[in-house]
């Protein structure tokens, strides 16, 4: 706690510098501390946003913060006698939490009563991408710019390297909507209609395969949609196609899921699809099922992208 140490930090890094002193958990037990009481917040409801201090350091973990939420911030960090570049850009364990006004004292009091240190910085802003971001140390302004220009300074690296690989047209366009980008507008009922897969009264529910492969990340919330719309849901992986332990003879459909397969180390969805294909126990599995007329099948992102290449996507059901 109170240590600013910038030994192999991005800020090191920047300078091609290593550092003598570099980060660490000096107190392991408190980790364990920080991490019960912010499971607690979480399960009282008491958090709405919240980022890890890693790379970059603090000042990163608020502009991110600050991007992912498209709003202004308004941080003044209290460090008497420290300079503003460690304070800034050391990369300490911490986190950096949202809370609601009415809610704050309440969260600092649980952090300080584990024996951790907890601050509050300031408040969040206005929204949009000319929104303010003002950050402070001390009391003295140390960055004050609006959301859209600074969230494209942190994307120039990547435009960098689009521009080597894509359309310049392509990417300059992207540029220009990142700076102009605006949130989303919802507008929710205050009731939904209850939804349910039609089935025979008093017969089974239809069941539904949610299929995965290694590295695949979406595969609850695809579990949890289909059970709310009234299928009996089953957790399928392909190694379960693969050794023959689950067939899908008894399932009406197949939701090929979200994610990155093989870390797309192979391209997107290539490993997967050459499991789907060449497999002799899987792939026989699915195109049974593909040719069966009372099934149906649905990908989404990486599953989209597989059902693309064995030809599933405007293909002949053959």
């Known amino acids: ?60 973990c608020l502009l991110e913060m600050a991007f992912a939420g498209n709003c202004g ?71 004050e710019d609006t959301v859209g220009q600074l969230r494209a300074v942190w994307e120039e690296t990547s435009f960098q390297l689009d521009r080597l690989q894509t359309e310049p047209r392509c990417v300059a366009e992207e540029e220009q909507g990142l700076r102009e980008r605006t949130g989303p507008s919802y507008c929710l009922p205050l009731t939904f209609p209850e939804v349910s897969v039609s089935h025979e ?54 939701a090929f899921v979200g994610g990155f397969s093989y870390a797309d180390v192979l391209g997107s969805a290539k490993g997967w699809a050459a499991a789907v294909t060449f497999h002799p126990l899987a792939g026989a599995e699915l195109r049974r099922f593909r040719k069966r007329p009372d099934t149906f099948s649905l990908g989404v992102c990486n599953g989209c992208q597989l059902l693309g290449l064995p030809g599933w996507v405007g293909g002949s059901p053959r």
């Open 201 to 254: 009264p008093g017969g089974p529910m239809p069941r539904v395969a949610i299929l995965r492969e290694e590295g695949s990340n979406g595969d609850r919330e695809m579990a949890d949609a289909f059970h709310l719309a009234g299928f009996e849901v089953w957790d399928v992986t392909m190694q379960d196609l693969c050794s023959g332990a689950i067939g899908l003879d008894t399932f009406r459909g197949v």
């Open 1 to 60: 706690p109170g240590q600013h140490r910038l030994g192999g930090t991005a800020l090191a890094q920047c300078f091609s510098q290593l550092g003598e002193q570099p980060p660490n958990l000096d107190v392991p037990e408190n980790l364990a501390h920080a991490f019960n009481v912010t499971q607690g917040l979480l399960r009282d409801r008491l958090l709405c946003s919240g980022h890890d201090v890693s790379d970059g350091g603090l000042i990163t």
């Open 73 to 143: 911030i308004e941080v003044d960090v209290p460090a008497p006698g420290v300079d503003v570049l460690p304070v800034l850009f050391a990369e300490e364990p911490g986190l950096v939490l949202e809370v609601q006004e009415a809610d704050l004292g309440q969260v600092l009091e649980r952090y300080w009563a584990a024996g951790l240190r907890c601050l509050e910085l300031g408040p969040t802003g206005d929204a949009g991408p000319h929104a303010l971001v003002r950050v402070s140390v001390n009391g003295a302004v140390v960055l």
